[in-house]
Structure formats: structure tokens, C-alpha cells
């Protein structure tokens, strides 16, 4: 993107980047020692691998590689899999973690007022907090969803964090929360940021309200337009009981207005009927348990979401209301809850829940080829997670392990594009302390503007 506003925003932002974080990555790196699940094709059963990573991609896998002059990293006591994808995540008001209640009332009446005095530097701010906590859980591709795009200004101010962040991901170019059900997004800017948009590690696609929240002029106005563009569209639908009982996954069908394009997320509240429309149109679905919960939609049946058909991805959604970005436990409740309704023991098994998380998830957002997976000449993107910890020592099966009992704190090293961005636990590019200090202040400038108004 060119806008002065960019440039502009960008020399005023802090640096958060430790000196020695500066320096260039190795072209070459042999990871060694680790037990490998590869996901290619789906859930595969660990095994003892290396992997070769040369100018940012992966070059060989196999056991005992040899690799003159690259620089060897030993993960004995790991497993190495793909870095997580979240296909689903509102970044931009991170720094307001727990803001889903006040003395104003619940998570709208709570977040309008803060939302209406949101700054393109409080954007940016909450991207960079968000990354941070996205590496740290092992998410290395992330949709970042910003239905608070209030302004062009705030649109650059997220793309130039999320750029600078060094993890991959889509920027899903939304709408300001105060926009009323009749009111059109910015689609002149909408088409000045795609005709303007670098590649690179940040792809772009487009969030919208949807038949939920807009009029049917609106929605089908910027799905076409997205769609003129080339531009994958996401939006929420059928989470309430009231918003499922539209039927709107019929009125988009009878629109043509599905497809793999259309990545619908919740969807909590929905029959079976509507779940079957999404899935023979080939729209995947994107759930957030915990969030669905904590928000009042009700409990998200995962079990009857892939009976019917659903390709799926799974999201952490905010941490307004889910507090902690954990896709390990956003992955645990997923299975558990699949179990729960079905009332039998795996019925959902944790090497699907494994797989929404990394190899299908970055398919049904429609994610880079190689994204999910460790294949040959695909990303560098990956994560070493701890076997030997207090968490997971010992476990009877390696896709438990990985769905019910690591956390983060487990999540040893993590790499994107072959660049380092934590090593034996500890992120290696941001200055926790700084950030976290900014973050705090950030938030309490926006509360007192969100007071004065």
C-alpha cells in the first residue's frame, strides 16, 4: 500500500524488536531430533525426521539428513508440526481483553462506545499485541477479521502490522461497527487497497455483516463486489437462535451467493438443513467455541457440523471475550464438545480436530498452497512442541497430546518463513514488557475518550 497514511503511521509506531532480532535469518537450517507429523493429506502418525529449510521453504524431509554449512537446530524431546492456522480473529481490539462487560452491560454495550473513538494507532497496536500472542500459541497464518474499519487510515495501520510482523496471514478488509444495517462499506477504498496490494506473507479478502446484520441490497452489493475484486468474502451468520431462525444460508443459495468463496463463520444455532446448504455449496464453516458460549449463542455442536458435510476451520475469535489466545484449548473443547452431543467417545477424534487447526483449516479459508502442512518446497512455517513437559509427559497417543494436553507454554519454537520467532520458549522479535506497557496505556486513552463522548 502507498497512502501517505501508511507511511505516516508507520515512522510514528514503536519499535519492538530486541537489537539482536535484526539480524538476518539463516538461509539454511536443519531441524533435528524431532518426531515429525507432516499432515500432508491429513492426521499422520509421528515420525523421526529432519527437516531442511533453505530460503525460507522446506527443502528435504527425511531421516538423518546432512546439510554442509547450515546452521543445526536440536529439538530432541519435540514434535514438529505446522504452525496453527486461525481462520477467524477480530485483531484489531486486542488490547481490550475482558472488555466484554462493564456498568454499561454485556460485550455491544460494552465495546460500541470504545469502538467509535478507536484510533488507527490502537488498531495497529492491537495487531501487533495479537501477533505476539498468536506465535506464542503457535499460529502462524491468521485471518485477521476488521469489522471495525472505520477509516482508510485504520485499514493501512492494520495491513502495516501485520506486515511488520513477520507472520502470515490474510487481511480481511471490514466495515466500522457503527455502520447501519442499510449503510455500504467503503468499496472505493476496498478497490483502491486491492489495486494497490504488495504480495507477500499478507493476503487480502473482505469481511462483511452479512444477511444478518445488513439489508439485502448491502450484502449482495459487496459479496459482488469482492467477488469483481477476486476476493475471498467472510462474514457471521446463523449464531443466535433469532439470527438461524432467517434461514439465510437459503437466501444466499438461492442467490448464488455460496461457494468456496464464502467462508461462514458460527453458525452455533443453525439446523442441520442450513449446515447441508453451506456444505453442498462447498462455503466452509469457521467455528469459535469458547466465544460462542461466553457471547450467548448457545453451544456450538461440532459433531453435527461435519456429518454434515462442512469443510471447517476453528477460530479464537477475540480476546475481548476469550481472554487468552489458546488454540490448544479451542482445539480440546472442539472434540470434547463433539463427543458431548454425540454421547460417544471420539466421536470426533482429536486427529480431525488437529487437522480443522492446521492442514483442512488453511484449505477451507482458502490459505496459500502449503499452508497446514510440511511438504517439500512448501513454507517454513512450523512448530516444535514440547513431549517432555509437565503437560504432556506422558500421553497415550500424539493427536491427545496435541489436542488436550499442551498449552502454549509448551509451544518451544516456532518458525515462518524460516525465520525464528520463538526459540526454547521465548519469543525472539518482541519486547514483552514494551508492548504490553503500550497496550495497557493505549486502552485507557481509549476509555477516556469513550468517557468524554
Known sequence: MTRPTLLA??????????????????????????????????????????????????????????????????????????????GHWHMWNTIARGMARSERGGFSQTMGPLAKVWTPEASALSVKLGMALAVNSGI???????????????????????????????????????????????????????????????????????????????????????????????????????????????????????????????MTSAPRADLQTLAESGSPLIISPWTEMQVGYGVPNPALMQSAGLDMAVSVDNTVLAGQINMFE?????????????????????????????????????????????????????IAVDTESLNTQPSGSMDFLLTHAADPEDVSFVMIGGEVHKQDGALTRVDIRALTREAVQMLDEIKAAAADG
Open 330 to 382: 479451542v482445539m480440546r473443547l472442539t472434540a470434547d464438545l463433539g463427543d458431548g452431543f454425540s454421547q460417544a467417545q471420539q466421536s470426533l477424534t482429536d486427529a480431525t480436530v488437529f487437522d480443522w487447526a492446521s492442514r483442512q483449516g488453511a484449505a477451507s479459508v482458502q490459505a496459500p498452497e502449503g499452508v497446514g502442512v510440511l511438504q517439500i518446497g512448501g513454507p517454513a512455517d512450523l
Open 9 to 86: 503511521l508507520g515512522a510514528s509506531l514503536p519499535v519492538l524488536l530486541p537489537v539482536d532480532a535484526l539480524a538476518q535469518d539463516a538461509d539454511s537450517r536443519l531441524l533435528t531430533g524431532a518426531e515429525v507429523v507432516t499432515m500432508q493429506g491429513g492426521w499422520t502418525e509421528p515420525q523421526a525426521l529432519d527437516i531442511l529449510i533453505e530460503d525460507g521453504r522446506i527443502a528435504e524431509i527425511g531421516p538423518d539428513l546432512a546439510a554442509e554449512g547450515a546452521e543445526e537446530i536440536d529439538l530432541s524431546g519435540h514434535v514438529i508440526t505446522p504452525g496453527l492456522v486461525d
Open 140 to 266: 502462524t497464518w491468521v485471518n485477521n477479521w476488521a469489522h471495525n474499519t472505520v477509516s482508510p487510515a485504520h485499514a493501512d495501520a492494520e495491513v502495516a502490522a501485520m506486515r511488520d510482523s513477520g507472520v502470515r496471514g490474510r487481511f480481511s478488509y471490514g466495515y466500522p461497527q457503527a455502520a447501519g444495517e442499510g449503510e455500504v462499506m467503503d468499496l472505493v477504498d476496498l478497490r483502491a487497497t486491492a489495486e494497490d496490494w504488495e504480495s507477500g506473507r499478507i493476503g487480502l479478502g473482505v469481511s462483511l455483516r452479512g444477511p444478518d446484520r445488513s439489508e439485502p441490497e448491502v450484502w449482495q452489493t459487496e459479496i459482488t463486489t469482492a467477488r469483481e475484486l477476486g476476493l475471498p468474502v467472510t462474514f457471521h451468520m446463523g449464531g443466535s437462535a433469532d439470527a438461524a431462525a432467517q434461514h439465510n444460508a437459503q437466501a444466499l443459495d438461492e442467490e448464488g451467493m455460496l461457494g468456496e468463496d464464502i467462508h461462514v463463520v458460527h
